[in-house]
DNA sequence: ATTGCTATTGAATAATATTCTTATAAAGGG
DNA sequence: CCCTTTATAAGAATATTATTCAATAGCAAT
């Protein structure tokens, strides 16, 4: 792997702002808004590909359509050796897991989850996480509203 | 405001499979994959998106590009009656904040939160958060390292 | 100034998106 | 059963885009 070596000017930043806010934007209207031709701005975006800037590109569904109107966090003990991920790549692997995060302080892990409802939750619980070796408690907190949920990062502005 | 009614068949499963995986595919490529004519799928996409089952499209950008390689999840404890968030709004409206959940248990907020360092953190904790009425207490979590981040939800499949 | 490198434009062509008309099929009424 | 309504799909025609490529503008270093 080399390093990578993002090395971003103001276009990009305008062109990643543009495809946070919609993803689905064409090069076309890209290129008409930043008053470029539309050729650059596909060279642009392909670079920034490349370059794993944009990592990929998804369509945010709304999990009540798919009966998935559940929402946990779990905090994980594990017993894995620091820096080590063993557990974690298990948890990974089940679907219902959106996100695995190893954190700071008593050696665990943090996941969020999604199932359609409690018994669901149970479900995983008791079938997923209770297969994996290594794992010595779970504290479970229930979302019982969702307030926000994007991953928009703060795109910096002109200097 | 009307009750949303989801009436979903397979076809659009599988169009909301191939959204969730790359949302940048264009209808030519899915009408081919699903072997039907454009025309009918663009039908099928819009009404997604009219009906609210596709919320958004989005480009994933690596946090590092941006500089914003810290994540972490805060525990706000408030003092917001059941069922209004004040406090939650105010959360959401920080730039830095990814999430905002209202979560079961102590009154409070899980929040989800990506700075530049720990400094960025801080400044964040008493600039933003410090200035928000109504919050009791914080307990911060920090994520030492990502296993898996992503919003996939799991599509069902033929039945 | 000259060289070397990178990014941009503009034009040409291939491919898509979008609109609209027609065709089909399922559901409900009489 | 026939008719009407509603929903979805196909196909054709046209408007827009994507993509490629050659020419060139900008810039930095020398």
Chains 1, 2 share one sequence.
Do not use: C, W
Request: net charge negative; no cysteine; hydrophobic share 45%.
């Amino acid at each position: 792997m080399a390093k990578l070596e993002f090395n971003l000017d103001q276009i990009d930043y305008q062109i990643l702002r543009i495809m946070q806010d919609n993803a689905r934007t064409n090069n076309a209207d890209i290129a008409r808004e930043l008053g470029m031709a539309p050729s650059a701005i596909l060279e642009r975006v392909k670079k920034l590909e490349q370059k794993e800037v944009i990592l990929q590109y998804n369509a945010k569904i709304n999990p009540g359509a798919l009966d998935q109107k559940m929402l946990s966090f779990i905090f994980i003990k594990a017993q894995d050796i620091i820096g080590v991920q063993k557990v974690g790549f298990m948890l990974a692997e089940i679907p219902e897991v959106q996100e695995v995060h190893d954190i700071a302080g008593d050696d665990g892990y943090l996941i969020k989850v999604r199932t359609t409802d409690a018994a669901g939750l149970v479900d995983l619980m008791r079938n997923s996480l209770g297969k994996i070796e290594g794992i010595i408690s779970t504290r479970t907190t229930i979302v019982l509203e969702t307030v926000k949920e994007e991953q928009k990062l703060v795109v910096p502005t002109k200097k």
